[in-house]
């Protein structure tokens, strides 16, 4: 069983920035896979950002391509999402989650357990 709590949430300003944390408990592994995804009201929830604990590499949606930047702690508890040059389009519950399969994949269903979410408001 692996346990996600997320925090860092909160309301900012278009082009400003935040940073999201996700603390992870419980068995990791370094072959899993840790996700950032998000869900805005009336949408479904879309991938984010993932890294590979065991090396680092990283795969982003092009929509936060350069914008955010997914990176880890090195002790496999806590993985982070930094945000700059937020726009009211990022505006999100924000969950992570952990894909156990030796594949990276950016569907949701693909993930294995979840943490509860945060929110993020941009306003303009």
């Known amino acids: 069983q692996v346990q996600l709590v997320e925090s860092g949430g909160g309301l900012v300003q278009a082009g400003g920035s935040l940073r999201l944390s996700c603390a992870a408990s419980g068995r990791i592994f370094s072959t899993y896979r840790m996700g950032w995804f998000r869900q805005a009201p009336g949408k479904e929830r879309e991938f984010v950002a993932v890294i590979r604990w065991s090396d680092g590499s990283t795969y982003y949606a092009d929509s936060v391509k350069g914008r955010f930047t997914i990176s880890t702690d090195g002790t496999m508890n806590t993985v982070f999402l930094q945000m700059n040059s937020l726009s009211p389009e990022d505006t999100a519950v924000y969950y992570c989650?952990?894909?156990?399969?030796?594949?990276?994949?950016?569907?949701?269903?693909?993930?294995?357990?979840w943490g509860q979410g945060t929110q993020v408001t941009v306003s303009s």
């Open positions: 989650a952990v894909r156990t399969s030796l594949l990276t994949s950016t569907n949701a269903v693909d993930y294995d357990y």
